[in-house]
């Protein structure tokens, strides 16, 4: 195959190799290359993040004022959120789209490799400017990442920083998200059919659906505050005519789909992880597209469950109930079927399984929270209390960090070459585990109890679930060193060439990615496989073609 | 669709650019630009003028550098079939994004009209309350400017006036398009040219009387952005229009441009339809505003 193209080798015989040092990384193309900054970016503000977790933890550790002001408090709230939410989990899911989506499909790079490399680097100087608000007079916004007018309109010098911030990470979004669903559509390898691709790129191209109908939406939301704010329009003014209960309609119009284009990746990663450990195929493939599909659908008629509490009228409340009650449908299907697919496998538990399993459970609770708080009368009660705060960060900690985790340590072999440190891995895996739970379990209880959330200060009654809470925090935080020992282990060889990996690199693992040398050559598939059946190269090992 | 054209392997391959330093040069451009921005808009002691400026000279300098760019890559036939289908699948997502952004200024504008208007006059058990407490003298009706009076009293801008002769213009440069399409598909470029002449006139008369029409409503009319939530609604909604249709001038005026270097060929030219359905979409949105905005 590779024969027919010699005579078209001349223009891009640049394009073998790296370039050399920074201006690599700067001009880059290669979606191998953008996968990795993207996921460096993404560990960089998961670290950011996690600093101000601990600043919040540390400060709730007890009751009363220890450590910040409640100024300050409400500052590292907001800008936990963002950071973790735009900085984190997004781009730590679009690197993983960039590495993994052209070499399960077969194909050269992402279709449009330019604009990726735009997205990308749009992500560091928006969030440099977002966080640069902390030194500005006034300090960085402090409202709550939701924003919500008019409190969010008090804001001070650091304001247009936040919107623009959050134009720019949008269009990031979207260019990234236009990239892999056209990808996806126009670069499958001959015999990739829409029904043979993995799961993970079926979940990527409806995150991407996702992102392309809602992150357009959030740009206009936040045009609107900053031109209410300087430009005298009254869209979330009473007084003239408009409604701040509008704004929430039109952010979580948004925000919700936007909670599962952070939870519909992990799904197409756990679904890849189950199945090559459990060594049976995936149970139910065709109904897992159509359950990733239909929690898509339903994602866009459920806003209005994070406002049951400002006076929406009955009819609304009831609408919104019961359409939240349904996404249980579609997830359950999900669950049913990964447990299925476990099911009288041989089962073996290297870390990546045990990350996947972990988060089949911990999610599961997420979940179940979730049921909870989608009921209205059951709101009323839950709404703005610790209740929330725990179900979120179930279904985002457990949830979506652990599928990053998971995806990480499944796919570094073939990234880099070499095998992590299993030992180390389960240790991260068990401390992980053991710390989040320690961390978000008894936040459940708090809230039920009764203690609101984003408040530097409590009544004493709540001081032991809190110190319990606030242990687990920097225990979790701490446990993550080994998480980035084992990375950079890897891409560093440190523990010698006893430690290579194969090409399939796990005995159950299906799919182009695995018919390919670890590391994956720097452009996997020039020339497209020809896919089988069985979702694997006909001609045998298809790195024959690749340069 | 992409299922059908896998099924005989297309074994030419995929053009990858080489590695540019333009997306990143771009990135400093937006963000000395919005920076300049934020310092002016909450005054602060940095040179403003100096950053908006220089990021919007270096953003316009790049890309143009980069659309000539792949405008080269284009006419030295590194673009094969599937490169093309990328072009149209990511134009299409594009457009399709736009038209998100338009449904979230649509949506305020809904929202207001039939539901928060209709509770501060009074509509609904919660608007009973509303009204009764807070403003007891306000009436739902649209347009409004809120119980507030908020921009103080203004008239609105009759449709049947400029708005209409807008309408016309840009409904016929979506035909006048579509002629120069046509003539370019059958080769015939002067045609084509002129055509596009054409277009780009309609293009420019429209946002000349869109810019007299506001001129009338701040001096005559009173009507101005802060004109509560009927002037927030019409002027964010009339101006991101508007600059859509500038932005889509431009385009036109691109790839005029190109035609007169020789561009393009008969049976490939996406970056014509690229802008062509551009055109088609901002006509759309128009016709939207106009019923939405200006009749209803």
Redesign the interface.
Request: proline share 6%.
């Given at each position: 195959?590779a024969h027919?193209?010699d005579d078209?080798h001349g223009?891009?015989d640049?394009?073998h190799g790296p370039?050399k040092g920074i201006?690599?990384w700067?001009?880059?193309?290669?979606h191998k290359d953008l996968g990795t900054l993207y996921l460096f970016f993404s560990f960089t503000m998961f670290f950011i993040g996690g600093l101000m977790s601990l600043v919040i933890r540390a400060e709730l550790f007890q009751p009363g004022l220890q450590f910040v002001d409640p100024e300050l408090f409400n500052q590292f709230t907001t800008m936990h959120a963002l950071v973790m939410i735009f900085g984190g989990v997004m781009p730590g899911f679009v690197g993983l789209a960039n590495w993994m989506v052209p070499m399960m499909i077969g194909?050269?790079?992402l279709?449009?490799?330019?604009?990726n490399?735009?997205g990308f680097?749009?992500l560091p100087?928006?969030f440099t400017?977002l966080l640069s608000t902390f030194f500005l007079p006034g300090g960085a916004p402090a409202g709550g990442w939701t924003i919500y007018p008019p409190l969010v309109l008090q804001t001070?010098?650091s304001?247009?920083?936040l919107i623009?911030a959050i134009?720019?990470m949008g269009i990031s979004s979207?260019t990234g998200?236009?990239?892999v669903?056209?990808t996806i559509?126009?670069?499958?390898?001959?015999?990739?059919?829409?029904l043979k691709m993995p799961l993970f790129v079926w979940t990527w191209l409806i995150t991407a659906y996702l992102l392309?109908?809602?992150?357009?939406?959030l740009?206009?939301?936040v045009?609107?505050l900053l031109?209410?704010k300087?430009?005298?329009?009254?869209?979330f003014?009473?007084?003239?005519?408009?409604?701040p209960?509008?704004f929430e309609?039109?952010f979580w119009?948004f925000g919700h789909p936007e909670v599962y284009i952070m939870i519909l990746p992990a799904f197409g990663i756990i679904s890849s992880i189950i199945p090559t450990f459990a060594r049976k195929p995936l149970f139910g493939y065709a109904s897992m597209v159509y359950a990733v599909a239909s929690i898509a659908f339903l994602s866009f008629i459920v806003w209005a469950h994070h406002m049951f509490t400002v006076?929406i009228?009955l009819a609304g409340e009831l609408f919104f109930m019961f359409s939240t009650m349904l996404i249980a449908v579609p997830t359950g299907v999900k669950v049913f079927n990964w447990i299925a697919t476990m099911w009288k496998g041989s089962m073996t538990y290297e870390t990546p399984m045990l990350f996947a399993i972990a988060f089949v459970f911990l999610f599961s609770i997420g979940g179940f929270s979730g049921l909870s708080l989608a009921l209205a009368p059951v709101d009323f009660q839950y709404h703005n209390t610790y209740f929330v705060v725990a179900h979120f960060h179930y279904v985002l900690v457990p949830g979506a960090v652990f599928s990053i985790i998971a995806a990480i340590y499944y796919w570094i072999p073939k990234w880099t070459g070499r095998m992590y440190n299993e030992a180390a891995g389960k240790w991260h895996f068990w401390l992980s585990s053991i710390f989040i739970n320690v961390t978000f379990f008894p936040q459940h209880f708090l809230g039920l109890a009764g203690m609101p959330r984003r408040i530097p200060d409590y009544a004493v009654q709540f001081t032991d679930f809190n110190m319990v809470s606030t242990v687990g925090a920097f225990g979790f935080f701490i446990s993550q060193f080994i998480f980035i020992f084992n990375i950079l282990a890897c891409c560093y060889g440190w523990f010698g060439r006893q430690r290579n990996a194969t090409a399939q690199v796990w005995e159950g693992a299906t799919g182009l990615e695995w018919s390919v040398p670890s590391p994956a050559p720097y452009?996997t598939f020039?020339?497209?496989p020809?896919v089988g059946d069985d979702g694997m190269p006909v001609h045998g090992n298809a790195a024959a073609h690749a340069h | 669709m992409a299922t059908d054209t896998h099924a005989t392997p297309n074994l030419s391959r995929y053009f990858v650019p080489a590695p540019s330093a333009w997306p990143f040069c771009l990135t400093i451009a937006l963000i000395l630009t919005v920076y300049g921005v934020s310092g002016y808009l909450e005054d602060r002691a940095i040179p403003t003028t100096a950053l908006i400026c220089a990021g919007a000279a270096l953003g316009i300098f790049i890309i143009f550098s980069w659309f000539r760019g792949v405008a080269m890559e284009s006419e030295h036939g590194m673009y094969n079939e599937q490169v093309s289908r990328t072009y149209r699948w990511g134009m299409s997502w594009f457009i399709f994004s736009e038209v998100m952004f338009f449904a979230a200024f649509f949506g305020a504008l809904f929202y207001a009209r039939t539901l928060s208007v209709e509770w501060l006059g009074g509509a609904g058990e919660k608007g009973f309350i509303t009204n009764s407490i807070l403003w007891p003298h306000f009436d739902a009706a649209w347009p409004t400017n809120g119980p507030g009076h908020v921009g103080g009293a203004f008239e609105i801008v009759s449709p049947w006036k400029l708005p209409l002769v807008n309408t016309c213009l840009l409904l016929t440069s979506s035909v006048t398009i579509t002629m120069a399409h046509h003539a370019l598909k059958a080769a015939h470029r002067r045609a084509c040219i002129l055509w596009m002449l054409v277009t780009i006139a309609l293009g420019a008369t429209f946002l000349y009387c869109q810019a007299t029409e506001y001129m009338e409503a701040y001096k005559e009319l009173n009507l101005t952005l802060g004109s509560g939530v009927y002037g927030s609604t019409f002027f964010m909604l009339t101006g991101f229009h508007g600059l859509h249709v500038t932005l889509g001038t431009i385009m036109m005026i691109s790839i005029t441009g190109r035609l007169l270097f020789g561009h393009f060929k008969p049976e490939s030219h996406f970056g014509f339809e690229g802008v062509a359905w551009y055109w088609h979409f901002v006509d759309v949105v128009w016709v939207g505003l106009f019923i939405f905005v200006y009749i209803l």
């Open positions: 195959m027919a193209h078209a223009h891009d640049h394009a370039d201006m690599r700067i001009k880059t193309t290669n194909c050269s790079d279709a449009l490799p330019r604009v490399n735009w680097w749009l100087f928006a400017m001070g010098n304001f247009p920083l623009f134009h720019l979207i998200a236009i990239n669903v056209v559509l126009n670069m499958r390898a001959p015999g990739m059919t829409l392309i109908a809602v992150m357009p939406v740009a206009g939301a045009t609107m031109t209410d300087y430009f005298g329009t009254s869209f003014n009473a007084a003239g005519g408009g409604d209960v509008m309609h039109i119009f006076g009228p452009h020039e020339d497209p020809l | -």
